[in-house]
């Protein structure tokens, strides 16, 4: 096969791996859930779906370059153990993320205002922000890790092209299927919707990071 060949098989197949894989619901339900619970605008949920992959991305694509300088085995374990975590950490964090949402209900429902004991993490937002990025960090694609072995014969220019490619096809569906799931769920409307948002997030991120655990998704 002509160099010219593999690049556009290898292109083609890194395009196909980063777009079916992040359409496992770990890679868009947990972002989607807590933008409506938080009543974050189009704007933000899609910037922090942009973060989120490319932390994603930027972790998958760094295993991929180390499994290259230090044999592909130990780093194809490695990302391994980090997607079998993953599951774990939603689980942890959708738990954590419902119980502060029902305190911060209850203590709104009691006291007919918000208690601001309840927001000592300063911002609520921005810390589910950053803990959403964390998650997505710890979850590589180990996919990908084949597909820049194959591309070792090309010019750094070709394979740097490939990872591009790569990285735009998972962020750009995770961006879009955020969007859609926030769209449709800003449908939905109530003011028990309001009041226990945060909870019903943490419950769906929580069977999200079952699903993950379970059937290795």
């Given at each position: 096969?002509s160099?010219?060949?593999?690049?556009?098989?290898l292109?083609m197949?890194a395009?196909?791996?980063?777009?079916?894989?992040s359409?496992?619901?770990?890679h868009?339900?947990?972002?989607?859930?807590?933008?409506?619970?938080?009543?974050?605008?189009?704007?933000?949920?899609?910037?922090?779906?942009?973060?989120?992959?490319?932390?994603?991305?930027?972790?998958?694509?760094?295993?991929?370059?180390?499994?290259?300088?230090f044999?592909?085995?130990?780093?194809?374990?490695?990302?391994?153990?980090?997607?079998?975590?993953?599951?774990l950490?939603?689980?942890?964090?959708?738990v954590?993320y419902?119980?502060?949402?029902?305190?911060?209900?209850v203590?709104?429902?009691?006291?007919?205002?918000?208690?601001h004991?309840?927001?000592?993490?300063h911002?609520?937002?921005?810390?589910?922000?950053?803990?959403?990025?964390?998650?997505?960090?710890?979850?590589?694609?180990?996919?990908?890790?084949?597909i820049?072995?194959?591309?070792?014969?090309?010019?750094?220019?070709?394979?740097a092209?490939?990872v591009?490619?790569?990285?735009?096809a998972?962020?750009?569906?995770?961006?879009?299927?955020?969007?859609?799931?926030?769209?449709?769920?800003?449908?939905?409307?109530?003011?028990?919707?309001?009041?226990?948002?945060?909870s019903?997030?943490?419950?769906?991120?929580?069977?999200?990071?079952?699903?993950?655990?379970?059937?290795?998704?």
């Amino acid at each position: 096969m002509s160099t010219t060949s593999l690049f556009a098989t290898l292109t083609m197949a890194a395009i196909t791996v980063g777009s079916l894989h992040s359409l496992a619901p770990d890679h868009w339900v947990p972002i989607a859930a807590v933008a409506r619970a938080r009543s974050w605008s189009r704007g933000r949920t899609a910037r922090v779906a942009l973060l989120c992959g490319l932390g994603h991305v930027t972790i998958s694509v760094l295993l991929g370059l180390l499994a290259l300088m230090f044999g592909a085995h130990l780093f194809e374990s490695l990302g391994e153990k980090m997607e079998s975590v993953a599951g774990l950490l939603l689980i942890g964090f959708g738990v954590a993320y419902a119980v502060w949402g029902f305190r911060h209900s209850v203590a709104h429902r009691l006291h007919g205002h918000h208690h601001h004991h309840y927001d000592h993490v300063h911002d609520a937002s921005r810390a589910s922000t950053w803990s959403l990025f964390l998650i997505y960090c710890a979850d590589p694609c180990v996919a990908v890790i084949p597909i820049l072995f194959a591309a070792a014969p090309l010019s750094s220019i070709e394979a740097a092209s490939i990872v591009v490619a790569y990285e735009a096809a998972t962020i750009g569906t995770m961006v879009a299927l955020v969007a859609v799931a926030h769209s449709g769920a800003r449908l939905f409307k109530g003011k028990w919707l309001e009041r226990y948002g945060d909870s019903a997030a943490g419950a769906l991120i929580v069977a999200t990071g079952v699903m993950v655990a379970v059937l290795g998704w």
